[in-house]
């Protein structure tokens, strides 16, 4: 390959796979057959071998996709395939957006189809394996079906619209982003209440000591909670989770059911203390600002590498054998491209979550009046999870969102004095 854009994202899409190898070699000689003492009360050894066999079974599994993965679109890249898919979707289509519909939405679709079977395996070997796996076939095809209808049916008006704009717009790359930007602030107020009951169901919490306790603290540390929910997590899955959605003063709360069996009321608050406290600490807005102004940068970038007057463009598209330069293609290409700042955004990212997260966690202990709830809740957590307690600093800078769990509860510990 004589072009140097091709080049670039070439050598690049190698080099982040092998940092990402890298990082999981480290992280797999990092695992410590010894059990923190920290942890004692909720791992025994047998548990504690355990979750670090999981944590071995599940980079190994991830080393093999992402092999797979890489192996696959560099081989359909340099035989071609862009090109050909191209001309493919040209020969069949005369308008250019449902061009650019049928281009993506075939791309989409093979990655798709081509990644079940590692979802299966994932789910009904190796969760099975390890105990957590509820789902079952009829559930894990209906979520299948699901998936596919939600995105024909939501990404492919937004996808058309952005192609729209590109291809008849004056600033173009501007108008796209307001599009996206709008449609994204809409789906995160709908999908709490018409997405997510599509996949898992929502009661609301029963009265009692729990509600109570929770309606409280959300009381003292003056959060606007309107609703309180259990989701069926167990419908798929033993581990568990919490999270709440809503703009404004309209707050829901929804708690797994897997969580609200295996921890104390106490530590449940504590746990939805710390959710508060991303909201009281404003990183909710923080980070939705932030994904704003990134999408902007984006969108100025793709309009500059799908102008049919640029050089550059002329040369990316080369670079896949493309003849034609086009939004859709553009969109592909760009993404290949972008993928090592993509990379290096990411980091910033993290480093900005794992702050933000002990923060949160400063918030639930002041509170509560104290850590202690927050830290046995924490610690319940990682057993129920089987969570990686030794994870190498590598892996921990490059992409954990949360600070390792060690870490974690020396900073809480802290706050006692």
């Not at 990183?283 to 999408?295: E, L």
């Amino acid at each position: 390959m004589e072009n140097a854009v091709g080049i670039f994202i070439l050598v690049s899409l190698i080099a982040l796979w092998a940092l990402d190898f890298v990082a999981t070699l480290f992280n797999l000689k990092a695992l410590d057959p010894k059990l923190p003492e920290e942890f004692s009360e909720v791992f025994d050894e047998e548990k504690y071998a355990k979750s670090q066999e999981y944590t071995r079974v599940t980079e190994r599994f991830g080393i093999f996709e992402s092999i797979f993965s890489l192996a696959l679109t560099l081989g359909f890249w340099l035989c071609g395939g862009f090109g050909w898919l191209d001309g493919l979707v040209r020969s069949w289509i005369e308008n250019d957006i449902l061009r650019g519909l049928a281009f993506i939405g075939i791309l989409i679709g093979a990655h798709t189809i081509i990644n079940i079977p590692f979802q299966i395996y994932s789910t009904f070997v190796i969760e099975e394996k390890f105990g957590f796996n509820k789902t079952t076939p009829k559930t894990f095809i209906i979520d299948q079906v699901k998936g596919l209808v939600l995105m024909a049916i939501i990404g492919a008006p937004l996808l058309a619209l952005i192609l729209w704009i590109f291809n008849t717009v004056a600033l173009a790359w501007l108008w796209a982003w307001v599009a996206f930007t709008a449609f994204t602030l809409l789906l995160t107020y709908l999908a709490p209440t018409y997405l997510l009951p599509l996949f898992n169901k929502f009661e609301p919490m029963p009265d009692g000591e729990l509600k109570d306790a929770i309606n409280d603290m959300a009381k003292k540390c003056d959060f606007p909670l309107t609703e309180l929910y259990v989701m069926d997590g167990s419908k798929r899955s033993t581990k568990s989770n919490a999270f709440f959605t809503g703009f404004g003063k309209n707050k829901k709360i929804a708690l797994y059911d897997t969580l609200i069996e295996g921890h104390t009321t106490e530590g449940l608050v504590g746990i939805l203390a710390h959710e508060i406290g991303h909201f009281k600490c404003k990183h909710i807005i923080q980070r939705m600002i932030t994904g704003i102004i990134r999408s902007a940068v984006v969108f100025f970038l793709l309009g500059l590498v799908t102008n049919k007057d640029s050089a550059f463009a002329r040369d990316l598209f080369s670079a896949f054998q493309v003849e034609n330069i086009s939004v859709y293609a553009g969109l592909i290409f760009f993404a290949l491209l972008f993928s090592p700042i993509q990379r290096i955004l990411g980091i910033f990212a993290n480093i900005t979550s794992r702050k933000h997260e002990f923060e949160a966690d400063a918030y639930a202990a002041n509170a509560q009046g104290t850590p202690d709830h927050l830290i046995g809740a924490l610690k319940k957590l990682s057993a129920d999870n089987l969570s990686n307690l030794t994870p190498h600093p590598l892996p921990v800078f490059l992409d954990y969102s949360h600070p390792p769990m060690l870490v974690r509860l020396a900073a809480l510990k802290k706050l006692r004095a």
